[in-house]
């Protein structure tokens, strides 16, 4: 995308670590302020998208196959002669169709097969009729002829500059992300890729070359001093990743290995940029190497990647050939990974733009720690820094007609790239990249569209985990978590407190795992304590094996927090928590928990949730007050008949307050019916739950008298495992069988007659 990372790219590399790549920069680039930057890339979406609905006009039934675009142009004239061919495959049947074009375009002929058609431009929309009906699943194409003035519906959909001494025209398209239909007949949604890609001819004066997606076929002379270049490419593509630019470009080439093949790579830049161009590439070359083991072969393997340079202060991902204004290295890193986040795969709505600039960022964060180790908590707390200068701001655009918020360096950039972050140090890297990899391979969105929930869904699918909470948190949700601790070391162990407060209302509790170095600098040992943090006030014990003397909270930077503060007190935190067992009981949820000390405890007051979000109280429990001996507590509560979370609130005498982790309980398997057939029996006994079966881990048969006449326990035979008991050689009589299963529950007992 036409890159916010560029304030990134002045914020840290400016201030931190400009000598890396201080060569590469334009003076003009330099120049400008991280406020100016964003100023330019906000203004310029605003203008874009605040002309005319957002909405693509298109029609949806249709489906484009392919494009093949013939434009004249002249980069000294802002006008355009076009003849558009669509070919497409009917989804519906209908009798008419409808492109997106801009309405200062004027249409002279619309043909198939030769037949004139009728067509009626009603502001941005054309609308092509046929003589009759056609029916669904009908392949057909449709030529539009059409020239005029293009009206940019910004600064950049299709532009014309001048650049070097003396001045030079150059002229360029950057269509993202509804500038499309400003140039050129098309779908300008996020819903129809051309499957088959597009052929695109440009006739223009002889003086100049130009650029566009995928390969050169050829550069004819033509009458009249000018050259029809033919540019192909075959791979599905978006409209507004299509592109092309005129000038005098110098022309050079590369190539990168790329497992057992070659990969060209054109750079068309400047005259006057020559020099910087040349020692910029071996960056883009070690990023092909370095994105392709990381997530797959570069995309578009048949046929380049290239560098064309233009004269807007960022750059633009277009299709094998990213529009640059300089050689900044984050600048390259960010366009290029593009071409497997957002090009390969699209986000199929601007609601989900993270999936394009998130991952373009993080891609090229990586990069720079690949290359710049010892940089990467710097580079990371700076944007961590930038994320939580405003307390809101979800990383779900709510409202896609709020271009700020589409394209906002801090939430669709920066935290997007962040909550990746935090999914790697969640899942763990292998997982992680396993997960991505599945989803940028995945045939059903490869070269079409995604959303958030696909990427959701490959997570959950390679972790084993629901990653709803992360999502509703993190995605949907605002702000960030503020994080208090209190850490007393007692010999080689710490006991400590972790709190939170939330910088939003829309989520009052981030449910993440802590990472809490202690260190003892004396002696240099360290180790790094990971707090599963499921409640505020939640209390942990680890034995360290050292003495510490100081806590730092995520020294790493993987975890997005502003503001946390670090308290070592001297006396033992009031309760220390050894256990706490949530099992399936006859009467109820038995909560079962034990302290290792206690300090001032006045009593522990239980508490039960529906989401584990909204607590309420269901009981009181006294406390032992003041010990250090161990202490064991029970308490039961009704079986609610659905999934609840439960957490200990330990009150101190003070008035202070601390919980014990969150557990669940399910005990709506154990509210279902045991029962046992046949009854009366002879043989065998069949135990099922319901309809389904059950799993004894033990069983006793006991006689009228209460005697213990059978019994098994800790079974091994599978199917006695499974509920089928030998009752052969009891007496006739009426018995009570008592099995416990292997889930925690206490024992449960059911009547049987032996005949």
């Not at 500059?161 to 140039?183: I, K, N, Q």
């Not at 005129?246 to 940029?273: D, K, R, W």
């Not at 290792?596 to 607590?615: H, L, M, Q, R, T």
Request: glycine share 8%; hydrophobic share 35%; charged share 15%.
């Amino acid at each position: 995308m036409r890159t916010i990372l560029l304030i990134f790219n002045l914020f840290v590399y400016s201030c931190l670590l400009a000598q890396k790549d201080a060569h590469l920069v334009d003076p003009a680039m330099a120049d400008l302020s991280t406020e100016d930057i964003s100023r330019i890339e906000m203004h310029r979406h605003e203008k874009q998208i605040s002309a005319r609905s957002m909405a693509s006009l298109a029609s949806s039934n249709f489906d484009v196959k392919y494009y093949r675009g013939e434009w004249e142009v002249d980069p000294e004239v802002n006008y355009i002669k076009g003849k558009l061919t669509a070919y497409y495959v009917m989804t519906t049947a209908g009798n008419s169709i409808s492109f997106d074009l801009s309405g200062a375009l004027a249409v002279s002929q619309v043909t198939q097969r030769s037949t004139t058609l009728s067509s009626i431009q009603s502001g941005d929309e054309l609308q092509i009729t046929f003589p009759s009906n056609v029916p669904a699943g009908t392949l057909d194409s449709v030529s539009i002829t059409y020239e005029g003035a293009p009206v940019s519906s910004g600064n950049g959909s299709f532009v014309l500059r001048t650049h070097g001494s003396p001045a030079v025209p150059v002229m360029w398209t950057l269509s993202e992300p509804f500038g499309s239909r400003d140039w050129w007949p098309c779908k300008n949604g996020l819903d129809d890729k051309a499957d088959n890609g597009i052929d695109i001819f440009i006739t223009h004066p002889a003086a100049y070359k130009a650029a566009a997606n995928g390969v050169l076929k050829s550069e004819t002379a033509v009458a009249g001093n000018k050259v029809v270049t033919h540019w192909q490419h075959k791979y599905a593509i978006a409209s507004y990743l299509v592109c092309f630019a005129v000038t005098n470009y110098t022309v050079f080439n590369n190539s990168v290995t790329i497992g057992s093949a070659q990969l060209p790579m054109q750079t068309h830049c400047y005259p006057e940029s020559l020099a910087a161009f040349q020692a910029g590439t071996q960056n883009t070359l070690d990023g092909l190497q370095l994105f392709s083991n990381w997530f797959g072969t570069y995309p578009f393997m048949n046929e380049k990647y290239g560098h064309v340079q233009f004269g807007w202060n960022g750059g633009m991902e277009h299709q094998t050939s990213s529009f640059m204004f300089n050689l900044s290295e984050n600048l390259v890193m960010h366009e290029l990974a593009h071409q497997w986040f957002g090009n390969k795969i699209t986000c199929g709505s601007w609601e989900d733009i993270w999936l394009n600039e998130g991952f373009a960022t993080h891609l090229a964060s990586m990069y720079m720690e690949h290359k710049y180790p010892s940089d990467t908590r710097t580079r990371r707390q700076g944007e961590i820094n930038l994320i939580t200068n405003s307390a809101g701001g979800s990383v779900r655009v709510d409202d896609v007609s709020n271009v700020s918020h589409i394209f906002s360096s801090r939430l669709s950039y920066y935290k997007g790239s962040h909550l990746l972050y935090m999914l790697r140090w969640i899942l763990g890297d292998q997982v992680f990249f396993n997960a991505v990899r599945n989803y940028i391979d995945d045939p059903s969105l490869v070269f079409h569209f995604a959303r958030t929930q696909h990427l959701k869904a490959h997570l959950e699918a390679a972790s084993g985990k629901d990653l709803t909470y992360f999502f509703d948190q993190w995605f949907t949700g605002q702000g960030y978590p503020s994080y208090q601790l209190e850490w007393s070391p007692t010999g080689s162990s710490v006991q400590f407190k972790l709190s939170q407060t939330t910088s939003h209302s829309s989520v009052s509790f981030f449910q993440l795992p802590v990472p809490v170095l202690f260190r003892n600098a004396t002696t240099g040992q360290e180790k790094l304590v990971v707090a599963n943090h499921t409640s505020n006030g939640q209390t942990f014990t680890e034995n360290l094996g050292f003495a510490a003397e100081t806590a730092v909270i995520d020294p790493d930077y993987w975890l997005i927090t502003r503001n946390n503060t670090v308290t070592k007190v001297d006396t033992p935190l009031p309760v220390v928590f050894t256990y706490l067992k949530a099992n399936c009981g006859l009467e109820g949820v038995a909560l079962n928990w034990g302290t290792a000390s206690e300090v001032n405890a006045d009593y522990f007051e239980i508490e039960k949730s529906n989401d584990g979000i909204s607590w309420e109280a269901i009981g009181v429990v006294k406390a032992a007050g003041s010990t250090t001996l161990a202490q064991n507590y029970a308490f039961t509560n009704l079986y609610s008949g659905q999934l609840t979370y439960y957490r200990i609130a330990e009150h101190a005498d003070d008035g202070k307050v601390m919980y014990s982790r969150i557990l669940q309980s399910d005990c709506r398997e154990a509210l279902q019916d045991l029962n046992i057939s046949p009854n009366p029996v002879a043989y065998m006994v069949k135990v099922k739950n319901g309809p389904g079966n059950v799993s004894i881990k033990s069983y006793y048969v006991y006689d009228v008298s209460g005697q213990v006449v059978m019994k098994e326990q800790n079974i091994k035979d599978a199917e006695t495992k499974k509920g089928n008991i030998s009752v052969s050689k009891l007496k006739p009589g009426l018995y009570l069988l008592q099995i416990e299963t292997g889930k925690g529950e206490l024992p449960r007992s059911l009547k049987f007659l032996k005949q």
